[in-house]
């Protein structure tokens, strides 16, 4: 997959010392911190969790508590995650949407 | 009551922890199921336990208040079932359906009394470019900072209108963070003729006076009288449109932070049976609840912001109360003075309640402004001129028929983000009162779960949820 720099969505602000998780994120290696939620994870990397069905536009959450349903995120596995509410773990594969259709 | 003394308490906010320490106080083990992985609800979320702020950082003002929530629950941990990550998607037959997350099984608790103790999310009324990444409710903001020690830009703008607004702007302003601009659809003159009954509660509107005296000497532009346009970006946003006095206003930022206060989470009531009667003060339709916390069905017992917005003071009194009263009905002893001192202090709310209402008005003109290409359900892309056809090509008067019609409130949310503003919609469209229009019923599985465990659980609720 090519690889071209976006500007994250989230920025870090307290709490950076903690571990690092190796993750992969649209097949490339990234590093998340242990405590980070997956929408956490992906938005301090990059600025979408998907792409709305509908109108195919990029989405990246909205209500953050589990209420909006927004924030879904594929698996390399096929698996969808509630990306605001499921905790990073080392070596998930997440899959973005990201890129021109 | 002939149901043997087995209560559950479904919520781990300020309300739930409250009732399951008063239970817990007279002897008395209830199940405690909450969704997070941590109690303490929204406003006093708590962040993973190897994080490292003290709760000063994290809760400014209310760092007392949260942390004694916080050590209640911590005290209560082989005194009570307490069932973390645990969401429940369906009542029936005295029995909680409860998809426990981490490990994604199912099973059914069940329950001699239910205290329901749901909580709230932010009320939402849409504005073109809301789906835009980078947008956020007021208290997604504010999660994002206390639970992930993230803000959701390098440049935002706080929107909308409400404590929150305030409260949330200062917390990211404290965090270090830039706030381009704070733009309150509320009038100052709004705020200020609410003061006498703010002044009811001396101490809370001082902290809101507060807050905006520090934003202003922090250099936080705070505008009041707007109206959001919208918000413009392609792949993300990247401005704030609003008009203030006849003019249009452009801001640039990275994202935006906004809400119109709070709605109630009442699907758990609507599923139990619960009476609903429109309540003018919330502009929604609410389970009714006694003054002593009962609802209409015997044994069920609602308590905190999801029956009401109320706040975090008056949940955790509600908590307390709803606790007593279901003991009382069961024949216990309890402190009947305390109940009634319960009782008194909520009543005594409801004044400041109205005035809070007054300083930050729901902007009842919101559905006529919304032009037809906005959209309004996030989740399926149905738009203000769809649900405006529905009512004149479908003859909809009402929710459910609208939801028919469009499949507004279909989607995964379920109507969370966008029933408010659906009913607004519907109502300017009709020419009725809002309170006409109806609300959405609640539907099994009250949140989307895995289909395989709706076969597994041998029921068949065939639910809104994909």
Not at chain 2, 184 to 194: K, P, V
Not at chain 2, 434 to 452: E, L, N, S, T, Y
Request: proline fraction near 6%.
């Amino acid at each position: 997959m090519s690889h071209h720099t976006v500007q994250p969505l989230l920025r870090r602000v307290a709490e950076t010392k903690r571990a690092a998780v190796a993750f992969t994120l649209d097949g490339r290696p990234a590093q998340a911190l242990e405590g980070d939620t997956i929408l956490t994870a992906v938005l301090t990397q990059g600025a979408q969790l998907r792409r709305n069905e509908f109108s195919h536009e990029p989405r990246a959450g909205f209500c953050l508590m589990g209420a909006c349903q927004d924030c879904w995120i594929a698996t390399a596995e096929g698996a969808r995650l509630r990306a605001c509410s499921t905790f990073i773990a080392p070596g998930m594969a997440l899959l973005s949407g990201e890129g021109p259709r | 009551m002939s149901a043997p003394l087995q209560p559950a308490i479904v919520g781990a906010g300020p309300a739930g922890i409250r009732a399951a320490q008063t239970l817990a106080k007279h002897g008395v083990r209830p199940v405690l199921i909450d969704e997070a992985a941590r109690a303490g609800g929204q406003i006093y979320r708590r962040p993973p336990a190897h994080f490292s702020r003290p709760p000063e950082t994290l809760y400014g003002s209310e760092a007392a208040r949260a942390t004694a929530v916080h050590a209640a629950i911590d005290d209560l941990q082989d005194r009570i079932d307490y069932r973390p990550d645990s969401l429940v998607w369906n009542v029936q037959d005295a029995g909680l359906d409860v998809l426990h997350g981490p490990t994604q099984t199912t099973c059914t608790v069940p329950y001699g009394q239910l205290i329901v103790a749901t909580g709230a999310t932010d009320r939402v009324l849409p504005v073109p470019g809301w789906t835009l990444p980078g947008v956020y409710t007021l208290g997604g903001a504010q999660v994002a900072l206390k639970f992930q020690g993230c803000a959701i830009g390098s440049r935002v703008v706080l929107a909308g209108t409400g404590p929150l607004l305030y409260l949330v702007a200062w917390q990211y302003a404290k965090a270090g963070v830039d706030v381009a601009a704070v733009l309150d659809t509320a009038r100052f003159g709004d705020q200020l003729a609410a003061v006498p009954a703010m002044l009811r509660q001396p101490a809370v509107f001082l902290k809101g006076v507060h807050y905006v005296a520090w934003l202003r000497a922090h250099g936080v532009p705070v505008r009041r009288g707007v109206r959001l346009l919208r918000m413009e970006g392609d792949e993300r946003v990247r401005a704030v449109v609003w008009s203030e006095a006849g003019r249009e206003h452009t801001l640039d930022c990275d994202a935006v932070g906004f809400g119109y206060a709070l709605r109630s989470e009442t699907q758990l009531a609507d599923l139990l049976g619960c009476r609903f009667a429109f309540a003018p003060l919330h502009r929604a339709h609410l389970p009714e609840r006694d003054a002593a916390g009962r609802s209409s069905v015997a044994g069920v017992y609602l308590a905190g912001d999801g029956a009401g917005i109320m706040g975090a003071d008056a949940a955790e009194w509600a908590g307390e109360l709803a606790a007593l009263t279901l003991l009382a009905d069961h024949g216990m002893a309890i402190d009947t003075q305390r109940a009634e001192l319960l009782q008194q202090r909520l009543a005594r709310l409801t004044g400041f309640r109205a005035g809070l209402e007054r300083a930050f008005p729901f902007p009842s003109d919101w559905a006529a402004q919304a032009p037809d290409e906005l959209v309004v359900c996030r989740c399926e892309n149905v738009t203000a001129g769809e649900l405006r056809r529905g009512v004149a090509d479908g003859g909809a008067d009402e929710m459910n028929r609208l939801k028919a019609l469009t499949r507004v409130g279909m989607g995964r949310c379920q109507g969370r983000m966008c029933g408010v503003a659906a009913a607004e919609i519907l109502a300017h469209a009709t020419g009725q009162p809002v309170q006409q229009v109806g609300r959405f019923r609640g539907q099994a599985p009250i949140k989307p779960i895995p289909i395989q465990l709706e076969r597994a659980s041998g029921a068949s609720h065939a639910g809104a949820a994909a």
